[in-house]
């Protein structure tokens, strides 16, 4: 794929993309306003949110950063039986097993230190992080995929469209995800 690496031609391929995602950025602002009155009544998913959405955005740009190093380098391949692929995506999911119980815990002690409100069991909030944090790892991947694959079809470089376009939405799914999560499990 040649690549015109100007900001004229990077302006181009972004400015749609960037139009569409303030829009989503827009529908994730309502639907954490939505949920104001239980965040306001268990202080530990309000300490949840920006964290366990920043570290979902985190996650899929490492795995987006990882495909568009492939891309360039002539190495990625699309197909379900590559490696590489599975060896990236799993990477992603058992980082997701390691940091989102600590994000859990932290969340639950940061309230305790600054509210003195523990409304929620520390096993309650490590659960809700850690379900929530997988779910989002997971779904960060297939997001990354999709973005990488559908970029790499329209001929675009992946390195100026798919990070924003994973980080805008696993900012979405991460409110969705957390909240969908908090009612199933409190």
């Given at each position: 794929?040649?690549?015109?690496?100007?900001?004229?031609?990077?302006?181009?391929?972004?400015?749609?993309?960037l139009l569409v995602l303030t829009?989503?950025?827009?529908?994730?602002?309502?639907?954490?306003?939505?949920?104001?009155?239980?965040?306001?009544?268990?202080?530990?998913?309000?300490?949840?949110?920006?964290?366990?959405?920043?570290?979902?955005?985190?996650?899929?740009?490492?795995?987006?950063?990882?495909?568009?190093?492939?891309?360039?380098?002539?190495?990625?391949?699309?197909?379900?039986?590559?490696?590489?692929?599975?060896?990236?995506?799993?990477?992603?999911?058992?980082?997701?097993?390691?940091?989102?119980?600590?994000?859990?815990?932290?969340?639950?002690?940061?309230?305790?230190?600054?509210?003195?409100?523990?409304?929620?069991?520390?096993?309650?909030?490590?659960?809700?992080?850690?379900?929530?944090?997988?779910?989002?790892?997971?779904?960060?991947?297939?997001?990354?995929?999709?973005?990488?694959?559908?970029?790499?079809?329209?001929?675009?470089?992946?390195?100026?469209?798919?990070?924003?376009?994973?980080?805008?939405?696993?900012?979405?799914?991460?409110?969705?995800?957390?909240?969908?999560?908090?009612?199933?499990?409190?």
């Amino acid at each position: 794929m040649p690549t015109e690496w100007t900001v004229r031609a990077i302006t181009r391929a972004m400015l749609p993309v960037l139009l569409v995602l303030t829009l989503v950025e827009i529908g994730s602002g309502l639907i954490l306003g939505s949920f104001e009155a239980e965040l306001l009544r268990y202080p530990s998913l309000l300490v949840l949110v920006p964290v366990t959405i920043g570290t979902a955005g985190n996650l899929g740009s490492i795995l987006a950063a990882r495909l568009s190093t492939s891309f360039h380098l002539g190495t990625l391949s699309f197909s379900p039986a590559d490696d590489e692929l599975a060896g990236n995506a799993i990477a992603t999911v058992v980082l997701a097993l390691t940091v989102f119980p600590i994000i859990g815990v932290g969340a639950w002690i940061l309230t305790a230190l600054v509210s003195g409100s523990t409304a929620l069991s520390l096993e309650k909030v490590v659960l809700i992080s850690s379900t929530s944090g997988v779910s989002l790892a997971v779904l960060a991947v297939f997001v990354t995929f999709t973005a990488t694959y559908i970029a790499y079809q329209f001929g675009l470089d992946p390195d100026d469209v798919v990070i924003p376009v994973v980080t805008n939405v696993c900012d979405v799914l991460g409110v969705v995800v957390l909240f969908a999560v908090s009612q199933l499990l409190i």
